[in-house]
T-cell receptor, first 114, second 109 residues
Framework: DAGVIQSPRHEVTEMGQEVTLRCKPISGHNSLFWYRQTMMRGLELLIYFNNNVPIDDSGMPEDRFSAKMPNASFSTLKIQPSEPRDSAVYFC????????????FGSGTRLTVV | SQQGEEDPQALSIQEGENATMNCSYKTSINNLQWYRQNSGRGLVHLILIRSNEREKHSGRLRVTLDTSKKSSSLLITASRAADTASYFCATDEGYIPTFGRGTSLIVHP
């Protein structure tokens, strides 16, 4: 298995533009997580899906952020409109079996909003 | 706020020495996990220890858990330059792993 695949690896965009980050979880994993990592705040959970259904989106900063999981093999995180404070590394992670098993992370998308 | 907090924030050692990192957490847990993150990469799962376990080994890694003190430690023995990375503990708040800010380990060759 190629692991959790995220795209793009790097994204530079202008303030106000729409940004879409993509994630392909490991086949067979039924849980998917989106995290954001910054120096100031560390790793923050944004949203958690189980069996393609959003379970907890309390970490989504505001309405500018939205996430979807249309099927078991694909998820998107969209920011519209983007702001400079959204600059961070965004990670997707997947897992099978719940909290008693390790999580597999993608390599992340480094987003820079100028 | 983070559930787990690692200590120290940074650790610098020579190759061959042992490295010990600690994690403290606030509420009761079902398990605690340790992850490694190399610069510019995603987190890699190292080891999971359940609340009813006190110690676990994996290669050069040794993890202990003291639920009475709400703390865990990660020991890397005979460190190598390739162990240079950030190390995070994660505790489960229900079904979600919550990460600390990590310990940055530098192993000098």
């Amino acid at each position: 298995d190629a692991g959790v695949i995220q795209s793009p690896r790097h994204e530079v965009t202008e303030m106000g533009q729409e940004v879409t980050l993509r994630c392909k979880p490991i086949s067979g994993h039924n849980s998917l997580f989106w995290y954001r990592q910054t120096m100031m705040r560390g790793l923050e959970l944004l949203i958690y899906f189980n069996n393609n259904v959003p379970i907890d989106d309390s970490g989504m900063p505001e309405d500018r952020f939205s996430a979807k999981m249309p099927n078991a093999s694909f998820s998107t995180l969209k920011i519209q409109p983007s702001e400079p404070r959204d600059s961070a590394v965004y990670f997707c992670a997947s897992n099978s079996g719940g909290a008693n098993y390790g999580y597999t992370f993608g390599s992340g998308t480094r987003l820079t909003v100028v | 706020s983070q559930q787990g907090e690692e200590d120290p924030q940074a650790l610098s050692i020579q190759e061959g020495e042992n490295a010990t990192m600690n994690c403290s957490y606030k509420t009761s847990i079902n398990n605690l996990q340790w992850y490694r993150q190399n610069s510019g990469r995603g987190l890699v799962h190292l080891i999971l220890i359940r609340s009813n376990e006190r110690e676990k080994h994996s290669g050069r890694l040794r993890v202990t858990l003291d639920t009475s003190k709400k703390s865990s430690s990660l020991l890397i023995t005979a460190s190598r330059a390739a162990d240079t990375a950030s190390y995070f503990c994660a505790t489960d708040e229900g079904y979600i792993p919550t990460f600390g800010r990590g310990t940055s380990l530098i192993v000098h060759p």
